[in-house]
């Protein structure tokens, strides 16, 4: 290629201002990245940083109670199902033996702290099992507390200052409150009968509403028919006489 056309072909747009990251600071915004963000692809030397998620033998999708089935996420959207054999509790012991543990190492699966090794993409679907948990969490708190406020006895019964205070009377005393309970009882009995007699009275019209409806409903339908019938009983007289006059 000849350097007329070197120039031609257009520069590649840089992504990083620097090629590689300064000294001493492999990761300068990824531990104040919010959950929502995915860690990006850094240009960088081979084996510069390492990312790991768990601990050998410590499952990596586990819920608050420490299952490792969430009922939340029925259709798996947000947890993936494939089975890791390093992340089983059962086999954690196998794992922890030191021959095992070295060609563990050597392999490049775990970290010489037993912590498990993994790629990108897989941090950031860990990243992303982590804010779905932290949410549905804060959510059913919420919830919870919601629910305990509700049924708390300071919003069940209003507070004493509150209340309705009954008159006692001018030392009159239990006979006094006696004969205020009585009248509030009789207001109360009255009120219920007036409502009541009301909704009968409603039901009464609705009633009668609906018997002229079908009254008049079949008043009409008799008035059609009777038409019927004088056009039919016309249309006859009409044939009959025709017939009469061509014999």
């Given amino acids: 290629?000849?350097?007329?056309?070197?120039?031609?072909?257009?520069?590649?747009?840089?992504?990083?201002?620097?090629?590689?990251?300064p000294n001493g600071d492999k990761l300068p915004f990824w531990s104040t990245l919010n959950l929502d963000d995915k860690l990006p692809i850094v240009p960088s030397p081979e084996g510069s940083y390492t990312l790991c998620t768990t601990s050998v033998g410590q499952p990596k999708y586990v819920n608050k109670q420490k299952y490792d089935f969430d009922l939340t996420d029925p259709y798996c959207h947000?947890?993936?199902?494939?089975?890791?054999?390093l992340h089983d509790p059962f086999l954690k012991q196998h794992f922890q033996q030191k021959k095992v543990k070295n060609h563990l190492v050597r392999n490049g699966l775990v970290t010489p702290d037993e912590k498990i090794i993994c790629s990108l993409k897989e941090f950031n679907k860990f990243r992303e099992y982590l804010r779905y948990r932290q949410a549905t969490d804060l959510t059913l708190k919420r919830r919870r507390e919601a629910i305990a406020?509700?049924?708390?006895?300071?919003?069940?019964?209003?507070?004493?200052?509150?209340?309705?205070v009954l008159e006692t009377g001018n030392g009159k005393g239990s006979a006094c409150l006696v004969e205020q309970i009585r009248r509030k009882e009789?207001?109360?009995?009255?009120?219920?009968?007036?409502?009541?007699?009301e909704k009968d009275k409603m039901k009464q019209h609705r009633l009668l509403d609906e018997w002229k409806g079908r009254k008049e409903r079949q008043q009409q339908n008799l008035e059609r028919i009777?038409?019927?019938?004088?056009?039919?009983?016309?249309?006859?007289?009409?044939?009959?006489?025709?017939?009469t006059e061509r014999s």
């Fill in 1 to 21: 290629m000849s350097a007329i056309s070197r120039l031609a072909i257009p520069r590649r747009k840089k992504v990083f201002k620097a090629e590689l990251l």
């Fill in 78 to 85: 947000v947890r993936p199902l494939e089975y890791d054999s």
């Fill in 149 to 164: 406020f509700r049924r708390s006895p300071e919003v069940r019964q209003p507070p004493k200052s509150e209340r309705p």
């Fill in 186 to 197: 009789t207001e109360a009995l009255i009120r219920r009968q007036r409502q009541r007699e």
């Fill in 226 to 243: 009777s038409e019927l019938q004088k056009t039919e009983k016309a249309r006859r007289a009409k044939m009959l006489k025709g017939h």
